[in-house]
């Protein structure tokens, strides 16, 4: 079956893994990369010593990958704590980035300038008109029966 998003990202199944902390690993995200999918590790999560999102972290998941394309996803509001965290993922290679509940204005030309493609998810219709105007590749919408993260805690459509 091929989709946009299959052709987008070049994968044989429409699958995408949410880039859920502590949840969407460096194994899940392998895993769902060899199935064809799109496996997108959730960068978030971390030791609570170390506070939410490490660097020491960040880097066991995507050992872990290997040589697997996946992709990271960060809370947009916890990487503006900790903006140093996009490098990492950068620099292992992640594709795409993945960004959540936030203003993402500020990490979108880093994004591009390396080549990596950018999904993000809106909770709103205004946060969906900025994500196209900031130039998303994807937009993904979230509402309360997704977790209720975000703004509006809602459906959109």
Same mark, same amino acid.
């Given at each position: 079956?091929?989709?946009? %998003?299959?052709?987008?990202?070049?994968?044989?199944?429409?699958?995408?893994? /949410?880039?859920?902390? $502590?949840? +969407?690993?460096? /194994?899940?995200?392998?895993?769902?990369?060899?199935? !064809? $999918?799109? !496996?997108?590790? $959730?960068? !978030?999560? $971390?030791?609570?010593?170390?506070?939410?999102?490490?660097?020491?972290? %960040?880097?066991?998941?995507?050992?872990?990958?290997?040589?697997?394309?996946?992709?990271?996803?960060?809370?947009?509001? &916890?990487?503006?704590?900790?903006?140093?965290?996009?490098?990492l993922v950068l620099e292992a290679g992640a594709d795409? *980035?993945?960004? &959540? @509940? !936030?203003?993402?204005?500020? @990490?979108?030309?880093?994004?591009?300038? +390396?080549?990596?493609?950018? *999904?993000?998810? *809106?909770?709103?219709?205004?946060e969906a008109r900025q994500a196209k105007a900031l130039? /998303?590749?994807? %937009?993904?919408?979230?509402?309360?029966?997704?977790?209720?993260?975000?703004?509006?805690?809602?459906?959109?459509?």
């Amino acid at each position: 079956m091929q989709t946009k %998003i299959t052709k987008l990202f070049e994968i044989t199944h429409p699958v995408v893994l /949410a880039p859920m902390g $502590g949840v +969407a690993s460096g /194994a899940l995200a392998a895993a769902v990369a060899r199935a !064809g $999918g799109l !496996g997108i590790i $959730g960068c !978030g999560y $971390g030791d609570p010593k170390a506070g939410y999102g490490s660097p020491e972290w %960040i880097a066991e998941p995507f050992d872990i990958a290997g040589n697997q394309k996946v992709g990271a996803g960060f809370i947009t509001w &916890s990487l503006a704590r900790r903006p140093e965290l996009l490098d990492l993922v950068l620099e292992a290679g992640a594709d795409p *980035i993945f960004l &959540s @509940f !936030g203003d993402p204005s500020r @990490f979108i030309p880093k994004i591009h300038a +390396a080549g990596r493609r950018l *999904i993000l998810q *809106i909770t709103s219709l205004a946060e969906a008109r900025q994500a196209k105007a900031l130039g /998303a590749d994807v %937009i993904v919408t979230q509402g309360a029966e997704a977790g209720g993260h975000g703004t509006t805690g809602r459906a959109l459509f």
